[in-house]
C-alpha cells in the first residue's frame, strides 16, 4: 500500500523546512507542499509534488486536491505578528480567508475519502492578552481559556481560526444533509517562540531571541527590539517539529480539546543574551526598544501551561534553556555558519 499524502503549506517557511525533513527521514507520508516561493533544490526531492503559489487560489487548492488524496494538512502558512501589524488586511485575509479555504477543501476531501482528513494548525501564543506587565508577572503558566484578548491581528486571527477548526471539527453544516458525514479532526497546537540552528525567522516579534544568537554567530552586533527583561516562553525547532508530529498520531479517543498550550522554557531577553554571549564570546549586543514591538512581547504570557497536551497525548519537550544552547543552538549554529550555507 502507498503512504498516505500529506499537504504542508506554507512549507518554505521556518517550520516549513524543518517538518518536511523530519518527514523525509520518517518516510511514512508522501508529502505535497504549497509556498509562495518555490522551495530550495535541495528539499524538493523530499516531496512528491511541489506547488508554488497562494493559498487564497482556490482554484491552485481545488487542483491540488482533485490530483492528490490528502489525509492529512499541515497548515503553516501565515503571515506572523509584526508583518501582520503593518498589513492587517493582508494579515486577515492570509491567515484566515486563506484558513477558511484550506479547511473547505480538507473537509471536502473529508467527504471524499469517507474519513476525516486531519488538520493540523499552529497557532500561537499571540492569542493571549496579559492586560499588564504587573498581572504577567504573576499570572504564572497561563491555562488555554484565559487572558484570550490578543492585541495583535496575527493573534485575533489565530484565535479566530483554531474556533473555526473547531466549528468545522464538530458542527459543520449541522443543519444540512452533511451533518452525519466525516468531519475534519482539527488540532491545533499554542506554540512559543519557536528557536531554530538553521533559519532566522521573519516577521514575528519573538523573532529578537533567533536574531541575537543568529548575529553573534556571524559576528555581527546584534540591537534588541525589547528591553533585557522581556520574557516569553520558547522552544527549540526540533521540539516543535516533534510536537506537530505527536498531535497528529496521536490518539483521537484521548483528545479532550482541539487547543493544546506546549511549552519548553521561558527565557527573559537578558538571559538568552547572557547564554549568547557565553557561547560567542565577542558578541555585541544592545537594546533599543521598540515600544510597539516591545508591547506586544508584553502582551504574550511568561509562561503557557501545558498539562493538557502532556496528559492527552504525552507531550514533554526534549530541551530545557541550558540543553537547548549547550546541545542544539550553539552546536548546530556553529555548524551552519561553518558550511555558509545560505537556504
Ligand atoms: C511571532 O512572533 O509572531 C511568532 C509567534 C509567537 O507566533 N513567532
Same mark, same amino acid.
Do not use: K, W
Given at each position: 500500500m502507498q503512504q498516505p499524502v500529506v499537504l504542508v503549506t506554507g512549507a518554505n517557511g521556518e517550520i516549513g523546512r524543518a517538518l518536511l525533513e523530519r518527514l523525509h527521514r520518517e518516510g511514512k507520508y508522501r508529502v505535497v507542499t504549497v509556498d509562495l516561493t518555490p522551495l530550495p533544490e535541495r528539499l524538493r526531492?523530499?516531496?512528491l509534488e511541489t506547488y508554488a503559489g497562494n493559498i487564497m487560489d482556490r482554484y491552485l487548492l481545488d487542483q491540488i486536491a482533485a490530483h492528490h488524496e490528502i489525509e492529512v494538512v499541515f497548515h503553516l502558512a501565515a503571515l506572523l505578528s509584526t508583518r501582520g501589524e503593518r498589513d492587517p488586511e493582508l494579515a486577515h485575509q492570509v491567515n484566515v480567508e486563506g484558513t477558511l479555504h484550506l479547511m473547505r477543501v480538507a473537509q471536502n476531501q473529508s467527504g471524499r475519502l469517507g474519513r476525516a482528513v486531519r488538520f493540523i494548525f499552529p497557532s500561537s501564543i499571540a492569542v493571549y492578552g496579559m492586560p499588564s506587565v504587573a498581572e504577567k508577572a504573576t499570572a504564572?503558566? @497561563?491555562?488555554? %481559556?484565559?487572558?484570550?484578548?490578543?492585541?495583535t491581528m496575527y493573534g485575533c486571527n489565530k484565535l479566530y481560526c483554531e474556533q473555526l477548526g473547531r466549528y468545522f471539527a464538530h458542527?459543520?453544516?449541522?443543519? *444540512? &444533509?452533511?451533518?452525519?458525514a466525516a468531519r475534519l479532526d482539527f488540532r491545533s497546537i499554542r506554540f512559543p517562540g519557536l528557536i531554530s540552528a538553521e533559519t532566522v525567522p521573519t516577521g *514575528?516579534?519573538?523573532d529578537f531571541g533567533p536574531e541575537m544568537l543568529h548575529a553573534a554567530a556571524q559576528k555581527h552586533p546584534y540591537t534588541c527590539? @525589547?528591553?533585557? %527583561? &522581556?520574557k516569553i516562553p520558547f522552544m527549540t525547532m526540533p521540539d516543535a517539529v516533534r510536537a506537530l508530529l505527536m498531535l497528529l498520531e496521536a490518539d483521537p479517543k484521548k483528545l479532550t480539546t482541539t487547543i493544546y498550550n506546549i511549552g519548553a522554557f521561558s527565557a527573559s531577553a537578558r538571559e538568552i543574551a547572557d547564554r549568547v554571549k557565553a557561547a560567542f564570546p565577542g558578541a555585541q549586543i544592545d537594546y533599543q526598544p521598540d515600544p510597539v514591538r516591545a508591547k506586544i512581547v508584553d502582551s504574550w504570557p511568561e509562561d503557557v501551561d501545558d498539562t493538557r497536551a502532556r496528559d492527552d497525548w504525552g507531550w514533554k519537550p526534549s530541551y530545557d534553556f541550558a540543553r537547548a544552547f549547550d546541545e542544539y543552538l550553539v552546536p548546530g549554529i556553529a555548524n551552519r555558519y561553518r558550511a555558509g550555507r545560505t537556504s
Open positions: 526531492p523530499m516531496c504564572g503558566r @497561563v491555562r488555554e %481559556d484565559l487572558y484570550n484578548l490578543p492585541i458542527h459543520y453544516r449541522q443543519l *444540512g &444533509a452533511l451533518a452525519g *514575528g516579534t519573538s527590539f @525589547v528591553g533585557p %527583561d &522581556a
